[in-house]
Structures are given as C-alpha cells and as structure tokens.
C-alpha cells in the first residue's frame, strides 16, 4: 500500500528554537494526520491531528500545517524544550476506514 | 482519551514458546489494532482485533502465528507463536472510535526478547 514518508530523518535544534518536522504523504484520498510522539521505552502519544478541510491547527506549542496541493504535512514546535526530544511520528488514514498508516519516524534531539 | 495498559511490559523468552499479551482499555473503545515496532523503526500494524469475531489481519501477518482474541470492547490479547529470534521487538496495542475523525491511543508497549 501507499505509505506517509519524512523528509529527515534526524534533526537537531536549540533549546529555544522552534522546530519543524515534515512529512510526506502519498496517498491523496486520505483526510485525516495525526502527530505521534514517541520518548524512549513508551508508545507513542496523541499530539495533534488536523483533518483535510483544514490547512492549520494549533495547539499549545505545537502548530500543524496541512497542504494537500503537495501531500504534506508539517509540525512546528515553538521553544523548543529538552522534553520535546523524542522521535515524532506522523500518520494518516480515510475517515471511516482504519486504521492508521504510519510514516518512517523523525528523531528530535534538542541541544541544550 | 483513552487510557490503555499492556501485561507484560517486557519479557525474554525461549525459540518455540509462545507469549500471551494483554491490552485493556480504561473505555470502550470500537477499535482496536495490534502493532509491532522493530527498535528504531515505524510501526507496523498485524491486525485489527474485532469483538467477537476474527481478527483482521495485514498482509504478512497470520493467525497461525498471532492469534488474537478481544471478547469485549475494553480487552484483546495478541499472542505470538511459536517464537524466534525474528519476532524479538516491541507489540503495542492501540484503540479508538470509529467516529468521523478516528483518533487512536496506544499504550507503553510490550519489549519481547527471542532468545
């Protein structure tokens, strides 16, 4: 099946800078992403989603692009904080038929 | 949100015994899938467990192999067969709605070890 691929693989940031880890997704029917991220030893954890009638979310540090002309898809961590260093994951499926498609993983470490 | 739990968090077992996990939901929950994330990779969906009927499952995954139960809407158990080496990674356990928008919660994750 189609799979949601990442742009880097690894990225780095200053504490206090803001980051951005992309995504990109090939299977156009799909409408609905979602953020995972994921600290050594635990499953991932629910961030933010956004679905396809929308081309930005935000929520509290953390802003979701969509720009379904290119398939894909964006999240940006504003100060970024030592806690944020994890491996984020995004992910994606049709409404209605589950499950999810995840894509290869993004590890984010934060330089203090 | 859901809150889901895994036994056990971890074990190291034998070539050719079989493991039993368990997943269980603080809600009920209408979907439920079992996934499997080799260290530092995605993860992988084996199935889709279905109350009451037969698991579905993803190309490359059997039932032979992972037998799936979930008799209620807040509990399932994957097992994994007869194991190998091959099958040493981490099985995690998710569930959600099927409501218009379907977000997903997973639990910590079960670390098998094949020896």
């Known amino acids: 099946g189609e799979n949601v691929g990442l742009h880097l693989p690894t990225l780095s940031v200053q504490e206090g800078d803001n980051s951005i880890i992309n995504c990109a997704y090939s299977n156009s029917a799909s409408d609905y992403f979602i953020w995972y991220k994921q600290e050594s030893g635990k499953g991932p954890q629910f961030i933010i989603d956004i679905r396809s009638n929308m081309d930005k979310r935000q929520g509290q540090r953390v802003t979701v692009l969509l720009n379904k002309t290119v398939k894909h898809l964006s999240l940006q961590i504003a100060a970024t904080q030592p806690g944020d260093s994890a491996v984020y994951f995004c992910a994606e499926n049709i409404v209605g038929n589950t499950p999810l498609v995840f894509g290869k993983g993004t590890r984010l470490s934060v330089i203090a | 949100s859901a809150v889901i739990s895994q036994k056990p968090s971890r074990d190291i077992c034998q070539r050719g015994t079989s493991l039993t996990i368990q997943c269980q939901v603080d809600?009920?929950?209408?979907?439920m899938f079992w996934y499997r994330q080799q260290p530092g990779q995605s993860l992988t969906l084996i199935a889709t467990?279905?109350?009451?009927?037969?698991?579905?499952?993803e190309s490359g995954f059997v039932i032979d192999k992972f037998p799936i139960s979930r008799p209620n809407l807040t509990f399932s158990t994957l097992t994994v067969s007869n194991m190998s080496p091959e099958d040493s990674s981490i099985y995690l356990c998710s569930g959600g709605g099927r409501a218009l928008y379907n977000e997903q919660f997973f639990g910590p994750g079960t670390r098998l070890t094949v020896l």
């Open positions: 467990a279905n109350q009451g009927s037969e698991a579905t499952y």
């Open positions: 809600s009920q929950v209408t979907m």
